[in-house]
């Protein structure tokens, strides 16, 4: 503990001299001296509590200009900043530690969790057929107290890496060059606005949100699909059962940022169509750069190995005429799928984000038809004693896609109960419907009588809804959000959109509204 604590407090070091640097050649010497002052003093009040330093803090601050306690604040809000990266190197590298340690497997690992799974009898047929009902989906909101820019946190996210590199011995000129780069990250913080000059709207919470995705889920996630395989096969070895681990995608990922319009009036039809764009866009983004490489690393040749029948009719589809590649079925069958992907992200998102040149194809009709492509793939080398590649990209970009699919996450939608009453009472009213012999007034009925109004209106074939009717804004605006949704459905999939979440519910008809 220690020795942790120790290189932790070198860490802080570091990066307040880096920064102490910084200032003081942005602000100058005498900001920069008061800065040192404070500091010095605050610490030494803090461990020894001397009433001179306490006076001493106070005669500096009461003195400063407003724009020198401005430069003041910053300075001690980004050494926080700084010193928390350090923090978090701490807990990683502690966590690191713990992992290396092979006498004792960490409590809640996968590898402790299927030991103790196998010492109570549970056999790993058994453990697989528990993910084949397994559901878990994390979801992401647009939390309102998340105060620190985009461009501050890629700031953090590059310092923290930088620190990372300090893990490996360097050599002088290695860590001249790392303390380089360092001090260009931080005097760009230093230099980046702390705060926003506006309120983030939805858009800058969806594209926040994408930022999450490429920064984290679209690499985490199949790493955490890889582990778990990896595991199942270990405890297979000496299972009787010797049938393939099976990992169905029971961790996928949901959202509420664009779909939840519970007293956010900004969410609307267009914003639903937009974060699904924005989601679309960027995992299609994903797959063309994943495949792309594959299509530079899968180099495997005829005249050393074999291919299945299945790969080579994909690789005849290729419409790769290169001679380069004739004895190069995997590369010329990738550079077949990169096609049909790039068209079926142009259809999708009305733009060409493919990275490289490609040939007209047809656009893959679903997920799984892309998936399929890859598992052709994937049997061929395992056909053909190959399968120790299939680890290196294939198998993960085939896990992307089960899990992320043509939307990236699934969109749940939501709004207060209040304004479902509101709209049905509207749509009754307009439809001019009876009920028990008398014209709807839905709000003023009671409860029964609303439920059993509702239930009889489910059985009913014909629409409540008439394009010749004129609607409130209120109305027409959660009209389009259902309509905006069958839209994404049909284009995106079904897994785009598979919940719609009703707010502030206290009776049956809240919820059949």
């Not at 790392?178 to 594209?207: P, Y």
């Amino acid at each position: 503990m220690k020795k942790t604590n120790s290189e932790q407090q070198q860490d802080i070091r570091l990066l307040g001299k880096i920064l102490g640097l910084g200032i003081h050649e942005s602000e100058g010497k005498p900001i920069f001296d008061v800065i040192e002052t404070v500091r010095r003093s605050a610490v030494s009040f803090r461990r020894e509590g001397n009433i001179h330093d306490s006076e001493v803090l106070l005669d500096k601050i009461s003195s400063l200009s407003d724009d020198e306690a401005n430069i003041l604040s910053r300075a001690f809000s980004y050494f926080l900043h700084l010193a928390n990266l350090a923090e978090d190197r701490d807990q990683n590298k502690r966590h690191r530690r713990i992992q290396l340690d092979k006498k004792n497997d960490p409590a809640g690992s996968f590898k402790s969790t299927f030991l103790k799974l196998k010492e109570k009898g549970i056999s790993t047929a058994q453990i697989r057929q528990f993910f084949t009902q397994a559901c878990i989906v994390p979801v992401l909101t647009a939390h309102p107290t998340e105060v620190q820019r985009k461009s501050t946190l890629d700031l953090h996210r590059e310092i923290a890496r930088c620190l990372s590199l300090y893990d490996s011995p360097l050599t002088e000129e290695e860590q001249a060059e790392l303390e380089t780069e360092l001090a260009g990250h931080i005097k760009t913080l230093w230099l980046t606005r702390m705060l926003r000059f506006n309120k983030l709207m939805v858009d800058d919470e969806i594209e926040n949100a994408i930022a999450y995705f490429t920064n984290t889920f679209l690499q985490a996630i199949p790493k955490l699909y890889a582990r778990l395989n990896h595991y199942l096969g270990a405890l297979q070895e000496n299972d009787s059962d010797s049938s393939p681990p099976i990992l169905p995608a029971f961790l996928k990922m949901g959202s509420w940022i664009g779909g939840d319009r519970d007293g956010n009036p900004n969410v609307d039809a267009s914003t639903l169509k937009h974060a699904l764009l924005r989601q679309s866009t960027t995992v299609f983004e994903y797959y063309l750069g994943e495949v792309h490489l594959l299509g530079s690393e899968l180099s495997l040749s005829t005249s050393l190995t074999n291919v299945s029948e299945a790969l080579q009719a994909l690789s005849d589809l290729s419409p790769d005429q290169s001679r380069h590649r004739i004895d190069e079925p995997y590369r010329r069958a990738l550079i077949y799928v990169y096609a049909r992907l790039a068209a079926t992200a142009r259809l999708l998102t009305k733009q060409n984000i493919a990275i490289r040149h490609t040939h007209q194809a047809e656009p893959y009709s679903s997920p799984v038809t892309f998936a399929n492509d890859l598992e052709i793939i994937i049997d061929s080398l395992r056909q053909n004693q190959a399968s120790s590649v299939i680890p290196l990209r294939l198998q993960g970009l085939l896990q992307a896609v089960r899990v992320f699919g043509f939307h990236l996450a699934t969109l749940d939608l939501r709004q207060s109960s209040d304004v479902h009453e509101r709209v049905i009472t509207e749509l009754y009213k307009r439809a001019a419907i009876t009920f028990k012999n008398r014209p709807v007034d839905y709000a003023s009925l009671g409860e029964e009588d609303k439920v059993e109004l509702l239930l009889a209106e489910l059985n009913q074939s014909r629409p409540l809804v008439s394009v010749w009717q004129s609607y409130s804004e209120e109305t027409s605006k959660e009209l389009d959000i259902l309509r905006a949704a069958a839209f994404v459905r049909k284009h995106y999939g079904k897994q785009a959109i598979q919940q719609s979440i009703v707010s502030h519910t206290e009776t049956l008809s809240d919820l059949l509204e």
